[in-house]
């Protein structure tokens, strides 16, 4: 199967992006439960509602999507609240980006250094914050794998390709030798009547 045209996955991996964008979803409601029973003052949903509007804003405008993913986690800190979860859709956020057709470094270290950044400032550990480097590491490393899942589609739609040229070219060289053949032997034959008529 190919890639589309917008360098997007082709069906073959168009299934993966889906789950990805439901967890994300899934993570969000889930979080959106438990501010609702912990009687969060309104601004503790100001992260959630950044990180909500760009899982769904990337499913249209990818690059915007994944920035407003990436703030999210610095909103909810800087909002006193707790940047877990929006860094968590972050990491599948950056997965299905990556693997309909961004760059994955470049995704995985905005969304990475943004999460790092504000786990970091939440938990006020330094740089030296276990959390913070796993928040990093697992951004970079699902925005990683969504590129080289993408990759590795377009290199087989690419020699599934060149296999049905290298046939289509075998069966035009087969025709082309069936046509001169032929083209001799009504030669032959003509030079053979002419010269029985002559």
């Not at 290199?155 to 046509?179: C, G, I, P, T, W």
């Amino acid at each position: 199967m190919t890639t589309s045209r917008s360098g997007g996955p082709s069906l073959g991996l168009q299934w993966l992006a889906g789950p990805a964008f439901a967890v994300s979803l899934l993570a969000a409601i889930t979080e959106a439960a438990i501010l609702i029973m912990a009687a969060s003052p309104p601004t503790a949903y100001a992260g959630l509602v950044v990180s909500v509007f760009g899982v769904l804003l990337s499913r249209q405008a990818a690059w915007s999507g994944i920035v407003a993913v990436s703030a999210a986690p610095l909103v909810a800190t800087a909002v006193a609240g707790h940047p877990l979860v929006l860094w968590t859709i972050a990491v599948f956020t950056s997965f299905s980006v990556a693997l309909r057709g961004l760059p994955g470094l470049w995704v995985g270290l905005l969304a990475g250094l943004a999460s790092f950044a504000a786990v970091t400032i939440h938990d006020d550990l330094g740089l030296v914050n276990a959390t913070a480097i796993t928040a990093l590491a697992m951004t970079l490393t699902a925005a990683a794998t969504g590129s080289a899942l993408r990759n590795h589609e377009r290199y087989k739609s690419e020699l599934l390709q060149r296999a049905e040229d290298a046939v289509a070219s075998r069966e035009s060289e087969a025709n082309r030798r069936v046509v001169q053949e032929r083209v001799r032997i009504a030669r032959d034959l003509h030079d053979v009547v002419g010269h029985e008529v002559a």
